[in-house]
């Protein structure tokens, strides 16, 4: 995952949270199965692996890095900044609709394929600190 630096703490976490939510929708491989506790209570599954997230200082940094996972033909989800301002899944569809790939400002992306594709992709970046 790459989110850009200069972001708020809250849009940080924000774009985290619904970024690492469509890798757990769209691959059901990546989560577990539900808790469950010595009362008998269940919880929330985690998704598996750790997500690594890496910081993007600017706009070149974070198209960069989509540009490449486009090339390698990663799976890719994205978080534009028109999102924080919308407020539903309808809003959202027809925010991300108006751009091209080329003119949408990204604020986070999520890679999901082969690792080494995927490192290929994030090369140059470091991690949020």
């Avoid at 027809?94 to 090369?123: C, F, H, P, W």
Wanted: aromatic share 10%; proline share 2%.
């Amino acid at each position: 995952m790459i989110i850009k630096n200069d972001l708020l703490d809250w849009q940080k976490l924000n774009v985290a949270s619904f970024l690492a939510g469509s890798i757990a929708i769209a691959f059901p491989e990546t989560h577990g199965k539900a808790f469950e506790n010595a009362s008998g209570s269940e919880y929330l599954p985690f998704i598996k692996q750790p997500i690594l997230i890496y910081k993007a200082d600017d706009k070149a940094q974070i198209d960069r890095a989509f540009s490449r996972a486009k090339e390698r033909e990663l799976y890719i989800g994205i978080y534009t900044h028109a999102l924080f301002a919308t407020k539903n899944e309808e809003e959202n569809h027809a925010v991300i609709l108006k751009s091209t790939d080329e003119d949408q400002e990204l604020v986070g992306i999520v890679l999901y394929g082969e690792n080494r594709k995927v490192s290929k992709a994030l090369d140059g970046l470091g991690f949020h600190g």
